[in-house]
Antibody
Framework: QVQLQQSGPGLVKPSQTLSLTCAISGDSVSSNSAAWNWIRQSPSRGLEWLGRTYYRSKWKNDYAVSVKSRISINPDTSKNQFSLQLSSVTPEDTAVYYC?????????????WGQGTLVTVSA | EIVLTQSPATLSLSPGERATLSCRASQSVSSYLAWYQQKPGQAPRLLIYDASKRATGIPARFSGSGSGTDFTLTISSLEPEDFAAYYCQQRSNWPRTFGPGTKVDIK
């Protein structure tokens, strides 16, 4: 059974960097079939896919155009986890952030999710 | 970007009734559509994938249909635990996109 456990601060000041971590159990961040995603949810934007990291002979990333200039998603193989960094945040980045897995050899949709972290951007 | 629209925004029904939820895509997504259920304070839960396949452990009262641009999620007989928000999501194109959701509440 795959489990994703999120951690990170719930309050970030405007212009600073939002940082969250998602620890994986029951699978590997280096899996050749899984991808590790960040998705956020807010009343104004609904559910919004932000990006992913995955390993296919080498590490790869895909990012949403809306955040591409500000986002970085990185794996940590030593801890079997991955992280989200979103720079230059504004109040519009206030949302519940989720990590989620999708697997090419499985259903190929977001089948496992973290518990969610409410991140508020405020001074 | 593929835009998904869902209707109705809210569906008020009683336990035991049939629920029919709609999702429409701005262009064809073939059968690459999923449905998720979300309860307050929880992450979304995958119910249906590839338009009509039930995910592991999902009761048979949940069924999905459709292809191309028009899709339907049907709950044949609502149980008390089914009152929640439901979202569709496509994986035909990048970026992956979600619909705005349908809330099924108790009448």
């Amino acid at each position: 059974q795959v489990q994703l456990q999120q951690s990170g601060p719930g309050l970030v000041k405007p212009s600073q960097t939002l940082s969250l971590t998602c620890a994986i159990s029951g699978d590997s961040v280096s899996s050749n079939s899984a991808a590790w995603n960040w998705i956020r949810q807010s009343p104004s934007r609904g559910l919004e896919w932000l990006g992913r990291t995955y390993y296919r002979s080498k590490w790869k990333n895909d990012y949403a155009v809306s955040v591409k200039s500000r986002i970085s998603i990185n794996p940590d193989t030593s801890k079997n986890q991955f992280s989200l960094q979103l720079s230059s945040v504004t109040p519009e980045d206030t949302a519940v952030y989720y990590c989620a897995r999708d697997d090419d050899q499985g259903m190929n949709y977001f089948d496992y999710w973290g518990q969610g972290t409410l991140v508020t951007v405020s001074a | 970007e593929i835009v998904l629209t869902q209707s109705p925004a809210t569906l008020s029904l009683s336990p035991g009734e049939r629920a029919t939820l709609s999702c429409r895509a701005s262009q064809s997504v073939s059968s690459y559509l999923a449905w998720y259920q979300q309860k307050p304070g929880q992450a979304p839960r995958l119910l249906i994938y590839d338009a009509s396949k039930r995910a592991t452990g999902i009761p048979a009262r949940f069924s999905g249909s459709g292809s191309g641009t028009d899709f339907t999620l049907t709950i044949s007989s609502l149980e008390p635990e089914d009152f929640a928000a439901y979202y569709c999501q496509q994986r035909s194109n990048w970026p992956r996109t979600f619909g705005p959701g349908t809330k099924v509440d108790i009448k």
